[in-house]
């Protein structure tokens, strides 16, 4: 029987107890003397959140299939508690078993979003282990990190002994059996580290040496050690459908988490090459599912979690070639078992629009576009498939099946943009509650709603646009105001609605993105002034970074307003990803020239990604 680490007189004091106690439906429970190793899988952020995460929950599954590991699960605890916990002593926790963090051989930290790097401190520090890497002492837990922020792990890479670059799905077995096998030999936490350096996939930072040059930008990043590769190669699984470590049984929340339903990936990575996108580079090259095998683990995780919804997985589900099958099927499995289907990422066209009158409340339901940009001109800079023509014709088809709520999602900010672009986010909109209006009165549902939304622009590593500058605070706000000024002024401003991203917020997490080792002084001093939850608006306290970036002397803009040379040597360069810097700068090249680059099953672009043999780099040659 194990014992809660919180007393009921703490549950009572904080906000949704049930996020701390585990033991949900599916959660995975064994014996601690029957595992040789113990890891403990952290969301750095609160438990909702970090509940909705699919690629801890692949990873949490695959671990616990191992009989001689056990996986258990931690997240950021909430500012009431964390303030208990810090008052009181207590360490902190896995959900399984209670027990302290510090106890474990491993802490993986799952880094999904730069603002979130303040947690990973948190997490550290409530665990009491050291939050440098470098004090670690040899019972410490070997902290690993990965996700996609793992491909830039430069400004965190002080507190991390190690990175996992890559799917999790291809070598952790390798990194398991390393560990057991340094244990048996009696060998240290050096040792392991350097063992570890030889798995592919696997970065250690303490065994690379940075140097700089005169104007701030690397001179050179180097093994510290003979042996040590040079660069570190991002590993996935080819065969999606065979190599895949199904999820059979997801742990279902006793509270409603930010995504409360079945989640079914349906394929990874994605053709379409928009310049801006991080992931549709990272995740090269697209690999389907097979169509029956989505079908079998439908049912099975519908059976054993009881989820009232299901969704699909992808960052462009429209392009899945078996799409309309695999969704009739869910449609009439579903129906059957009173489950909603939820079907993000669809471009809007007839079949789409069909499959939505049949699974939403058209009256209720609003449908989506993501434009990113006003102008056609500016969304061939970006390389957006998106026309003006296919999104009003798509608008005009919905309007007429009886919706009335369109979302746009545009950005702010991006390369080459002008006014004219900026105003174009306003006269698109106007179009389309234009196109409302076209249908005749009694035919219309309501009054038109057109909801369009503005973050601004953040370049990403390992995207065409890592080279490019980024806006001040006040010139993000201004570009917002000219949107919201030039929305005021069309016909139909009463059914368009605006709002933008905080420009504060966009303006550090561009530092964290592409940032190096230095901007880790600042993270650490961001933290010890209270910097914490920094991803939620009521906790993000800007001044506590302004504090941070002065006395660890860093000119913030030298992360962002810069614009990088052909050649500068990125803090990220040593990582390969398939994709080649070669291939982005010719994107960021073709970007300037206005120049739209075909999708991968149109044409192959030479991206580098090939060289995995897998997806649609050989659809065509088999």
Known sequence: ?????????????????????????????????????????????????????????????????????????????????????????????????????????????????????????????????????KDRKEDDPIVIGGGACAYNPEPIAEFFDMFYIGEGETVYDALFDAYKANKAAGGSRADFLFAASQIPGIYVPSLYNVTYKEDGTIASFTPAKEGVPEKVCKQLITDVTKDYRAIKAPVVPFIKATQDRVTLEIQRGCIRGCRFCQAGMLYRPTRERNVDFLKQKAVEMLDATGHEEISLSSLSSSDYSQLPELVNFLMEECDRRGVNISLPSLRIDAFSLDVMKKVQDIKKSSLTFAPEAGSQRLRDVINKGLTREVILEGAGKAFEGGWNKVKLYFMLGLPTETEDDMKGIAHLCEEIAERYYEIPKDQRNGKCQITASTSFFVPKPFTPFQWAPMCREEEFLDRARIVREEIHAQLNQKSIRYNWHEADVTVLEGILARGDRKVGDAILKAY???????????????????????????????????????????????????????????????????????????????????????????????
């Not at 002397?553 to 398939?578: C, L, N, Q």
């Not at 994107?587 to 995995?612: D, F, I, L």
């Open 528 to 622: 010890e002034h209270g910097a914490l939850f920094d991803a939620w608006s009521e906790y993000y306290h800007p001044e506590y970074w302004k504090e941070a970036f002065a006395e660890c002397g860093i000119d913030t803009d030298f992360y962002t307003i810069r614009e990088r040379s052909d050649d500068e040597i990125f803090p990220w360069d040593f990582i390969h990803i398939g994709v080649t810097k070669k291939f982005l700068l010719r994107e960021w090249k073709r970007a300037h020239e206005e120049t739209v680059t075909p999708n991968c099953r149109m044409q192959c672009s030479g991206c580098g990604a090939a060289k995995y043999q897998g997806g649609v780099c050989v659809e065509s040659k088999s």
């Open 1 to 133: 029987m194990r014992t809660l680490a919180l007393s009921d007189e703490i549950l009572m004091k904080v906000d949704k107890a049930a996020r701390y106690i585990g033991g949900e439906v599916n959660s995975v429970m064994k014996d601690k003397n029957d595992v040789d190793i113990r890891f403990a899988m952290c969301f750095p952020d609160v438990y909702e959140i970090g509940m909705s995460n699919l690629g801890m929950m692949i990873l949490y599954n695959m671990f616990n299939e191992r009989e001689d590991v056990w996986c258990e699960r931690v997240f950021s605890p909430w500012m009431d508690l964390d303030k208990i916990m810090r008052e009181e002593h207590i360490p902190l926790f896995a959900l399984e078993s209670q027990e302290s963090v510090k106890e474990f051989d491993f802490l993986g930290i799952t880094l999904g979003y730069e603002m979130c790097y303040t947690n990973v401190l948190q997490v550290l520090d409530l665990s009491h282990v050291s939050l440098l890497a």
